[in-house]
């Protein structure tokens, strides 16, 4: 059976609107952990969540990018749930990070933000890996 190329095409990468939002929150969430007013009892606890909100835009930006330059539909399917087991890695990296935080003017803020933020990505992944493994087992006959 043949991919439904809309369907892959829908599946494969978010609307517009809401890549823009992601990096949007991104951007602010990197801000305030380059800028804020952050404190930790643990040395290197800031410049580690840094690094891996830094990490975590990567993982985003490959998750969001257009996959149509990959030429068979199963390809980008599954290159599309790679970057979002990668993103959630990151997603959990970062959360572990924000917990060794214990202090500073911005830390409330920063936690409203993640939250946020981590919900938004977390509502998208769960139903676009769902469908996206729908579309995978439809092309070898297999009913989920």
């Not at 803020?109 to 992944?125: I, K, R, V």
């Amino acid at each position: 059976m043949a991919f439904d190329d809309a369907e892959v095409a829908r599946w494969t990468r978010p609307e517009e609107a809401q890549r823009q939002q992601w990096r949007r929150d991104w951007l602010v969430l990197m801000d305030l952990c380059l800028w804020g007013e952050l404190k930790s009892s643990q040395i290197g606890t800031s410049s580690r969540l840094r690094k891996r909100v830094l990490d975590l835009g990567e993982k985003l930006r490959s998750y969001v990018g257009d996959r149509q330059w990959i030429p068979h539909p199963r390809e980008r399917i599954k290159n599309c749930l790679s970057s979002g087991l990668q993103l959630r890695d990151a997603l959990g990296k970062v959360a572990e990070s924000l917990e060794q935080l214990d202090g500073g003017a911005d830390l409330a803020q920063l936690h409203t933000m993640w939250d946020t933020f981590s919900s938004s990505l977390y509502a998208d992944l769960g139903p676009r890996e769902e469908a996206l493994v729908v579309l995978l087992n439809q092309q070898y006959g297999e009913d989920v």
